[in-house]
């Protein structure tokens, strides 16, 4: 059988009925043969400043984590994935969490996003996803990440999401307390079905950062890299110079 919640598919294995194991590392492998598509841009001419004006597709391709960027970890791009649009919450209080957290593209800036699925390279016991997206402004940003901390202290009782035309329900949202800075909303998701989700929001000018993280079973909570922030700052840095 399977499940999807939110961005991320699990999968019922024959014979273990209470175990869900993420399918991401088989849709992980075949996104891998496409890798070649990535969009190669010239560095010529202006570049937009990353701390006032949103970043382009280009740019936000350039700057995405991947491949060769943090040792230990293997990328694979999911930027040309279909998103849907019509993901919502079915409070409008729980509806920043929706947009910003678990399918962060639907409130992107004319949709701008670049999406990377990442895994250990050794031993891959938990995965990841990192999904880079351009707002208005970089005052828009602090909004953004203002309304979804709101959004977490109403909701954190759960509410119901529809994604992809699948209904789910979140049993409990919880605001961990902040690890690494950048404005960050640190978000700790328990679904009905058990899966256990963390989803961290941070923000550099008009870019925002979103990187959830799930073990292979989605039994536990498990912390996002700090090696894959740093590293995404750092990248996301030099376009501000």
């Known amino acids: 059988m399977v499940s999807k919640i939110g961005d991320r598919v699990f999968e019922e294995p024959a014979g ?30 202006s570049e937009e400043a990353a701390g006032e004006e949103p970043l382009s597709i280009s740019q936000l391709s350039r700057v995405v984590l991947t491949q060769g960027d943090a040792p230990g970890y293997k990328f694979f791009d999911e930027s040309r994935a279909e998103t849907d649009h019509s993901a919502r919450a079915d409070r409008k209080a729980c509806q920043p969490i929706m947009a910003l957290a678990i399918a962060p593209e639907i409130s992107a800036y004319d949709k701008r996003s670049a999406r990377q699925s990442i895994m250990k390279s050794k031993k891959p016991d938990a995965s990841y996803q990192l999904i880079l997206t351009s707002v208005e402004s970089e005052s ?68 925002l950062i979103r990187i959830s993280a799930a073990t292979q079973n989605a039994h536990e909570f498990v912390a996002v890299p700090k090696q894959i922030i740093d590293k995404q700052f750092r990248k996301l840095e030099k376009v501000a110079k």
């Open 140 to 207: 828009a940003a602090k909004d953004a990440l203002t309304d979804l901390k709101s959004a977490v202290s109403a909701c954190g009782s759960g509410f119901n999401v529809t994604y992809s035309g699948q209904k789910s329900k979140v049993r409990r949202v919880t605001a961990d307390k902040a690890s690494y800075g950048h404005s960050e909303v640190n978000i700790l998701f328990e679904y009905q079905m058990g899966a256990k989700i963390r989803y961290v929001v941070m923000r550099q000018g008009a870019t």
């Open 16 to 45: 273990k009925p209470e175990g869900m194991v993420p399918a991401e590392a088989r849709r992980a492998v075949a996104m891998a043969s496409i890798a070649a598509v990535l969009l190669g841009v010239s560095a010529c001419g």
